[in-house]
C-alpha cells in the first residue's frame, strides 16, 4: 500500500512540475488599488490553492481534536465501568435474617361486626 501512495504522489508532483513549466508567465496580479504585484503565474496558483485549502485544514484538525478528545473520555468512562464490574464482591455477613414486615391484620375481612 505504501508503495502505490508513493506512485500517486510521484506521478502527482510530475503532473504539477511539467504544468508549471508550461505556464511559466509572468502575471500582474493587482492585489490593491495602486498596489501589483508581478510573480508567476504557478505561484499564484498555488497561492490560491493555500488560500482555500488552510481553512479546511484547520477546521479539519480541529474536529478531529475534538472528536479525539470525546472518544478518550468515553474510553476512560467505559474502562471504569469495566473495573467497577469486574470488582470482587465481599460475600454478606453470616446474620440472622431480619423480619422487619410486620403481621398482616387478620380482622380486616371479617365478617363479625362488634
Known amino acids: ?6 506512485i500517486i504522489w510521484v506521478l ?3 503532473v504539477l512540475v511539467i504544468f508549471a ?6 502575471v500582474t496580479v ?3 488599488p495602486g498596489w501589483e ?3 508567476k503565474l504557478p505561484v499564484v496558483i498555488f497561492a490560491s490553492f493555500l488560500i482555500g485549502s488552510v481553512p479546511m485544514w484547520v477546521a ?3 474536529t478531529r481534536w475534538s472528536l479525539k478528545r470525546r472518544l478518550d473520555a468515553s474510553e476512560r468512562q467505559a474502562a471504569d465501568l469495566r473495573a467497577l464490574a469486574n470488582r470482587p464482591v465481599a460475600p454478606a455477613p453470616a446474620t440472622e435474617p431480619v ?3 410486620p403481621p398482616a391484620p387478620t380482622d380486616l375481612f371479617s365478617t363479625d361486626k362488634p
Do not use: K, P, S
Open 1 to 6: 500500500m505504501g508503495i502505490l501512495r508513493t
Open 99 to 101: 423480619n422487619d414486615i
Open 30 to 32: 493587482t492585489i490593491w
Open 21 to 26: 513549466m508550461a505556464n511559466w508567465q509572468v
Open 60 to 62: 479539519l484538525r480541529t
Open 12 to 14: 502527482l508532483t510530475a
Open 37 to 39: 504585484a508581478e510573480t
